[in-house]
């Protein structure tokens, strides 16, 4: 990466953005920038009273993030924690949903989305694991696809949504 960039962002990973003057090299504090900045847009904070919840999810989504990593990357016993880290997802999803803080999609489920999307081809593509399914047929993962259902009624979504060829090899180089 440029010299340039590598004096933003010392590690190299993205995202970084420079708002304001201010370097924020994190999705989460970027987003909180952003959402600080345009106060009379919708909101997509957590609702009132879940910002625990919120911050928790945060955190499951990357154990998630890790469990896929070194299930996809490494060999067949990682499979295990990953289904457990997903089951804790869909559980999760199950007590509340169809989104990850109730009825209406916050930043916490666009932080889910690039990963339950690329875990949901890549998976498919190297490992033969089906956790996305069409609608109605059987699956150990009902909540998270009611997410995903739910998720493409939103047309910001659908719109910017990538295929998942282009998913299955959007991979971290680790």
């Not at 990466?1 to 003057?21: C, H, N, T």
């Not at 609702?47 to 989504?61: F, H, I, V």
């Not at 804790?88 to 949903?97: F, H, K, S, Y």
Request: aromatic share 14%; net charge negative.
């Amino acid at each position: 990466k440029p010299m340039e960039f590598r004096r933003l962002q010392p590690s190299g990973q993205i995202p970084v953005a420079i708002i304001d003057g201010t370097v924020y090299r994190q999705s989460n504090d970027i987003l909180r920038v952003i959402e600080e900045a345009f106060p009379e847009h919708t909101s997509l904070q957590p609702p009132k009273g879940q910002e625990s919840r919120a911050n928790q999810l945060l955190g499951l989504e990357r154990q998630l993030f890790s469990a896929w990593m070194y299930w996809l990357t490494g060999s067949e016993r990682s499979k295990e924690n990953f289904i457990a880290t997903l089951n804790v997802v869909e559980r999760e999803l199950d007590q509340i949903g169809p989104f990850f803080c109730g009825e209406s999609v916050t930043m916490v489920d666009f932080m889910f989305a690039s990963f339950l999307e690329r875990m949901a081809a890549s998976l498919l593509y190297f490992k033969g694991f089906q956790m996305r399914v069409p609608p109605g047929a059987p699956t150990d993962f009902p909540a998270v696809n009611r997410w995903f259902d739910a998720m493409e009624t939103l047309d910001s979504y659908r719109l910017t949504k990538s295929d998942y060829f282009t998913h299955a090899w959007d991979l971290p180089p680790q």
